[in-house]
C-alpha cells in the first residue's frame, strides 16, 4: 500500500528554518511530480512547490519563491522542503503528495496520493 509520511514541522520563530521531508513508501514513487501543499486554518489547501520526477523541473508559489526550496534524492522516495526566512504567514499544517501530473503541477487534483501533514509554526 502506497504512503507518505511527513516530518520536521515544529515550532519555530519568524526569521527561523525548518527542513520537511516526506518519506514513501508501498511502491515507488521514482516517476511521479511529488508536491508540497499547505493548510492554515479557516484556509484552502493552497500549493507550496513541486519536483518533477528528474528533478530538473521545480515550481514555487509566489508567497514561498526565493526563501523555500524543494529537492528529492535521485530515483528514491524521499523529498524535502528547505524553508527559511519563515513568518506567521507560513504557519499551516504541510501536505506531501505524489501523482502523474497531466494538466498542472499546482492543482491537488493532480495528486493521488497524500500525507496525513505535519504542523508548522512560527511565532511573531
Known amino acids: 500500500q502506497e504512503q507518505l509520511v511527513e516530518s520536521g514541522g515544529g515550532f519555530v520563530q519568524t526569521g527561523g528554518s525548518l527542513r520537511l521531508s516526506c518519506a514513501a513508501s508501498g511502491q515507488t514513487f521514482s516517476t511521479y511530480t511529488m508536491a508540497w501543499f499547505r493548510q492554515g486554518s479557516g484556509k484552502e489547501r493552497e500549493f507550496v512547490s513541486s519536483?518533477?520526477?528528474?528533478?530538473?523541473?521545480?515550481y514555487y508559489a509566489d508567497s514561498v519563491k526565493g526563501r523555500f526550496s524543494i529537492s528529492r534524492e535521485s530515483a528514491e522516495t524521499t523529498m524535502y522542503l528547505q524553508m527559511n526566512n519563515l513568518t506567521p504567514a507560513d504557519t499551516a499544517v504541510y501536505y506531501c503528495?505524489?501523482?502523474?501530473?497531466?494538466?498542472?503541477?499546482?492543482?491537488?487534483?493532480?495528486?493521488?496520493?497524500w500525507g496525513q501533514g505535519t504542523q508548522v509554526t512560527v511565532s511573531s
Open positions: 519536483i518533477n520526477w528528474s528533478g530538473r523541473a521545480t
Open positions: 503528495a505524489a501523482g502523474v501530473v497531466i494538466s498542472g503541477e499546482r492543482s491537488s487534483a493532480e495528486y493521488t496520493a
